[in-house]
């Protein structure tokens, strides 16, 4: 049992830093192929190559796990797998090429997976976990000096600050302002960022192959008889990176930045400060509420990860203040959002995507409420899904009654120029869209429409009319008793008190 766990421990252990100096290069190697074959070029046989390249890669940096009599098997499955992108590269072509490269490697390099459920749950972490693995390999070339540790500190903060301050700049115009006074265009004439994300990409799709890991038996059979521990994370990634200095840290600068986000929204959204030049309110109302919402969500995930049930943060008295000061900052920022949208709505009239937001809104904001509660009273996570669902199935059920065909209609002709004077003009083609249900809605528009001067208005009415009937006939169609509803019967009936209360002309 002790040579078991010692194999076991060794077969599990990270490989030496040197050695993953040396299969860093490789992987940098494959990534440079992989722009002179692709980057701003149409892909063919280059992939073939590429693919022959990766396998030839990967046999020399693993040679010493290599078993030839089953490698010559998989390198006639990788030849096979080569045939149809040879032929022509599609998507299915691709697919099996990169298939038979994964089951032409698990076949030479890992003889002990040999059922098949074995070998598919092989492929499967391989391919879902293997691009996620390259920066934590990565780290291991660095010594966990004080200087490493304190880069671990600050990495996650400085990251997640930079998404949180590209979202802002997407969301609000004067920061946008702010973030290009630092002129970001004298780095990107030298560096070309899309090229920098296609070689992290390349990277992290290669990583896989050269440093090649399988779950090997023999460690889950030591691990069932308790005699060797499950290996630790990364120490580098553990204490630092996810430890309660880096989330402390984290919360604090977010703070800083959620705060300067609420401070400009209560002095141009609240207070109706003049904006800056060359800024109006409707495009400070409309870029502002779809990526806020997107920093509420990733917020609510970071004090998810944050405060993990176990986590060394759950129960610490530091770190709890911040992130409920956080959150209180992600629901102001949640109803600045809904502010947004109200007046964008003003200016553009309403749609069902306008109406969704809304509500999608308003979940968003009791799900961080939710939040605090399950850190608040100690709940589980699966407390907190489940009262998230349980309020998801009562708005569900409640938009299930609401008639949002006629509301929609009704709102966007009274408040339409015609009506009242300001707003959009009346949208004919989207106002028919809405079906049968937007007929009492027709007819007011109808009557505003008459009311105008103008040929375009007058145009715009006649279509309206002669539209009219056909949503009438196919409301009749609709009081079959195959397709009776009770909401079609409620239009009906009004529709006939209208024309039984219209004069005789």
Known sequence: MTSLATTSTTGIQPIRPSAISTRLAMAVMLAALADWLFYGQRVGLSLVIFAVAIACGSVLANHAALDFRRGATGAVIFALGLLPAIDELNTLSCFIVVTALMIALLLATNPETTGLAERARALRNFLLLGPFRFFLDALQVFNLSAFTRGVALWLMPVVLGTVFVALFAAANPVIEQWVSLLNPK????????????????????????????????????????????????????????????????????????????????????????????????????????????????????????????????????????????????????????????????????????????????????????????????????????????????????????????????????????????????????????????ALPAIDKAIEFLAKSNGSDLSARGYRLESQRDHLVEQQRQDLAWRSWGLRNWRLRHRLDTQTANQPAG
């Open 186 to 437: 004298v780095v990107f004439e030298y560096v070309s960022v899309w090229r920098v994300l296609f070689w992290t990409l390349m990277l992290s799709l290669v990583w896989p192959f050269i440093h090649l890991r399988w779950r090997r038996k023999t460690v889950a059979a030591a691990r069932e008889t308790d005699s060797v521990e499950a290996p630790p994370l990364p120490p580098f990634i553990a204490p630092e990176f996810l430890g309660p200095s880096a989330i402390l840290r984290s919360l604090i600068l977010f703070n800083l930045l959620f705060a300067a986000q609420s401070v400009l929204d209560g002095i141009y959204l609240w207070g109706h400060v003049a904006l800056p030049d060359n800024l109006t309110y409707a495009s400070y109302a409309h870029r502002g509420a779809y990526p806020l919402i997107a920093t509420a969500l990733l917020a609510a995930a970071f004090v998810l990860a944050a405060m993990r049930s176990g986590g060394p943060a759950e129960k610490s008295t530091v770190i709890r203040p911040p992130v409920y000061l956080w959150v209180a900052q992600n629901v102001l920022l949640v109803a600045s959002s809904i502010l947004r949208l109200d007046l964008y709505v003003d200016i553009y009239m309403l749609t069902y995507w306008r109406i969704a937001a809304f509500i999608w809104m308003g979940l968003v904001a009791l799900g961080l409420i939710l939040i605090v509660a399950r850190i608040v009273f100690d709940r589980s996570n699966e407390w907190l899904v489940g009262i998230n669902l349980i309020a998801l199935a009562i708005v569900l059920y409640g938009c299930s009654l609401v008639n949002f065909d006629a509301f929609i209609a009704d709102y966007n002709v009274t408040h339409s120029r015609e009506a009242s004077g300001k707003g959009a003009q009346i949208d004919v083609n989207y106002l028919l869209s809405l079906g049968p249900q």
